[in-house]
């Protein structure tokens, strides 16, 4: 991957690939969908499966010098330019504008018992954070927490 973000530390190739998705759609985050998900590190892109009410969907952040480009097919169907956020934590983060005051982050991190998580947050105008999805991969493809 470039070196945007840090996202060339997912180690293209050497990652856990299957895990388990959360999905919230509630304003309080309080009811959570689950199901399986996969990813897949490129050198340039990371994709990402994953499933609601038995449909499958499916994702992509291609990455580009300024950020990424994301497709997820619930989602963001159409193409959408996120911008890398500086000096934010994890392996890659990028923030996609889509209306007065909103934004979609998506973080790719690695915990310290090296799980990977690809989260994506719902930022409110005036900046309340409010979860979307989280997905949680472990190094042998066991259930993740």
């Known amino acids: 991957m470039s070196s945007t973000g840090g996202a060339e530390r997912a180690r293209p190739g050497h990652h856990p690939t299957d ?40 994702g992509r ?22 911008a890398h956020v500086p000096d934010a934590t994890g392996l890659f983060t990028v923030q996609h504008t889509y209306g007065p005051g909103w934004c979609w982050r998506t973080t790719l991190s690695e915990r310290p018992d090296g799980n990977i998580v690809l989260q994506m947050t719902n930022l409110a105008p005036g900046g309340e954070e409010g979860r979307a999805v989280r997905m949680v991969f472990t190094p042998d493809g ?4």
């Open 142 to 145: 066991a259930s993740a927490k």
């Open 61 to 82: 952040l291609t990455v580009e010098a300024s950020g990424a480009t994301w497709r997820d097919s619930w989602h963001q169907p159409e193409p959408a330019a996120c």
């Open 19 to 58: 895990g388990s998705a959360e999905l919230w759609l509630d304003p309080e985050g309080n009811t959570v969908f689950r199901s399986p998900c996969t990813l897949r590190i490129q050198a340039n892109a990371i994709d990402y499966t994953w499933s609601h009410e038995d449909q499958d969907q499916q």
